[in-house]
């Protein structure tokens, strides 16, 4: 048996080897079309990409057609290459390097010569196109934007790239892909299927019909239509609200995680990066380091959170059952939290329980809450873990999970980290203070806040936030219809949500309130530091607002951050207050806010930075004598220690 076992092994494996080799050969013919085969010629007939709408049915993204001008490098014959060059409006230096280029990708298949011409580029191109061998006209569909806002949720289309085709053999030089947005995520979903058609030449290079009467030919198939969450004119409403500011706001409707809006300021028209300007356009889009059109604020930048973090302060504090409700603690304008350490607070002050602590932000009550949850433990190690298990429940700390490529994780600290950041020990609950009212070590995004506020709303739970409402012949990602539930227990919200209705009736946001209609607030301020010259300077404090409105049965959670926008109610409590009149009741009836905010220019502020430097989206501007003296006054606060943080 053990003498005939190896024979027997090697026999089968060879017959198997040649079984299979005869197929490949003789009855597989898909391999002759798929190799770089001189007798068959290859067409691509490329679908239309799926159309984009808002959740009211809007149509936001459609098509347009593109016209490419393929080559074949090994066909290129006898052509004179002057003329060429002036129907093109190139030059011949340009010529010969998009045919190097062609040749290096591969002298035998197709590649783009010259991509998206215009109708006149294309009709004069197309009446002598047959003296051209080598070169034909491929049809394409490029996007059409129905509207001048939301580029950062659509993303844009472009060529792909050598590592791109490496890795997904689908794409092929020339061909177009989703960069960034929705396009990136729904990528295959939105692109469709291309369609094929094999062409068989003779000796003579001339067709001669289709490849075994069309046996391997498919049809194009167009891609899917999707729906987003969006609502198309609340997120063109945001975006004017915020010309001439930069920060971002996010909107979520809370019983579904869906995202109702996502604005990030300063942005740029979406059909600036549509046709041959394209490439030109994201250049100077990306090359502009001061005001950043391409970086989403909303989900990618990450600020100290500032009061709107003492919501999280109470609950946990509830919840851990260091306070409750009656629970009461002394306000004297601060709390001194050390030898020479003391934070300062600018509510009235007195007797401070957690309702009248939220509407008057008091930071002396929330950093006791907090120093009450971490010396709760026997180590202060296992109390900041615990409160970071409670953190990260609420989403923070981690990746939400939306489906748009950008994303950021912002940073709630652990133990681990002050073991590092405090390499001898000794840190303990008066150490980390700060985090108490949102500033410390804390760091969240924009969407992170709107979704905090989400889980308020629906007293702890929320689904993961995402764009997608509906895809044609598609079933939505289960992830987004998943819910979680936070460690808090749902008991411990309705006080909380108590005292944020109170902060627009006795609080920090009396006077921003809409008649008729109730909304939770809470305001913040976040200080601002920058690096000038190697040295690090305090500029002027971040605006937040976070809310959600109606009290009862909430139709939409927002934060508002604008940055270096002085304190919670001068910028952003005026623009959530407006986003929220505007979904709700369809119409304003604040007027005398929007004229602000929509009046409203922060670009001084900017300027302080970079007085002279050039953007797009920042005017010049040239510092006065008064202007200077106000400059050195803001450098000046780089030698002093700010102990105050305000509401």
Known sequence: ?????????????????????????????????????????????????????????????????????????????????????????????????????????????????????????????????????????????????????????????????????????????????????????????????????????????????????????????????????????????????????????????????????????????????????????????????????????????????????????????????????????????????????????????????????????????????????IEKYSKPKIGVDQWNKHMKSFGLGQFLGYDLPPGRKGHIPSSKFYDHYYPNGGWRSSTIISNSIGQGEVLMTPIQLANMMAIVANKGWYYTPHVIKKIKNHKIDSKYTTKHTTSVESRHFEPVIDGLFDVYNLGTAAGLGVQGLEICGKTGTAENFTKLNGKRVQLTDHSIFVAFAPRHNPKIAIAVFVENGYWGNRWAGPIATLMIEKYINKKITRTDLEKRMLEGNLNWEYAKLYPRKDSEFMPKFTLTKQDSIRLKLIKAKTNKSKDSVKK
């Not at 010629?41 to 001008?69: C, H, M, T, W």
């Not at 469709?192 to 009467?213: A, P, Q, T």
């Not at 995680?257 to 740029?268: C, D, H, K, N, Q």
């Open 1 to 373: 048996m053990r003498k005939t076992l190896l024979p027997t092994i090697i026999i089968v494996t060879a017959v198997i080897l040649l079984i299979r080799l005869f197929y490949l050969q003789v009855i597989d013919e898909t391999l002759k079309i798929k190799s770089e085969n001189n007798a068959i010629k290859i067409n691509y007939d490329f679908p239309e990409r799926g159309y984009i709408y808002d959740r009211n049915g809007k149509l936001l993204v459609a098509n347009q057609p593109s016209y490419d001008i393929m080559v074949v490098p090994n066909e290129v014959k006898n052509i004179d290459t002057l003329e060429f060059c002036r129907i093109l409006r190139i030059t011949k230096d340009e010529f010969l390097k998009k045919i190097d280029k062609a040749k290096i990708y591969s002298p035998r298949l197709p590649s783009v010569f010259l991509a998206q011409l215009n109708k006149l580029e294309f009709a004069a191109f197309q009446e002598k196109v047959r003296k051209y061998k080598g070169f034909y006209i491929q049809k394409r569909a490029l996007r059409d934007y129905q509207v001048d806002y939301g580029a950062n949720i659509f993303g844009f289309i472009t060529q792909v790239n050598d590592q791109i085709i490496e890795k997904n053999p689908y794409y092929k030089s020339g061909d177009l892909i989703g960069r960034q947005g929705v396009e990136e995520a729904y990528e295959d979903i939105l692109r469709g299927v291309k369609g094929v058609k094999y062409i068989l030449k003779d000796k003579h290079n001339r067709e001669i019909g289709s490849y075994k009467e069309g046996k391997f030919d498919t049809i194009a198939q167009q891609g899917s239509d999707i729906t987003l969450s969006i609502d198309g004119d609340l997120q063109k409403y945001g975006e004017e609200l915020m010309i001439n500011k930069r920060g971002g706001i996010v909107a979520i409707e809370p019983k579904s995680g869906e995202i109702l809006a996502l604005v990030t300021a300063p942005s740029y028209k979406p059909s600036l990066l549509v046709g041959r300007e394209r490439s030109k356009n994201y250049t100077k889009l990306y090359n502009d380091s001061i005001a950043k059109p391409l970086f989403d604020r909303g989900l990618l930048a990450e600020y100290p959170p500032g009061s709107p973090f003492k919501i999280l302060t109470g609950l946990v504090g509830l919840q851990e059952g260091v306070v409750n409700t009656e629970t009461t603690f002394t306000c004297s304008h601060g709390f001194s939290y050390g030898r020479g350490a003391f934070m300062r607070c600018h509510c009235p002050g007195g007797i401070i329980k957690l309702h009248n602590g939220i509407y008057k932000s008091c930071n002396t009550y929330f950093a006791q809450v907090y120093k009450r949850t």
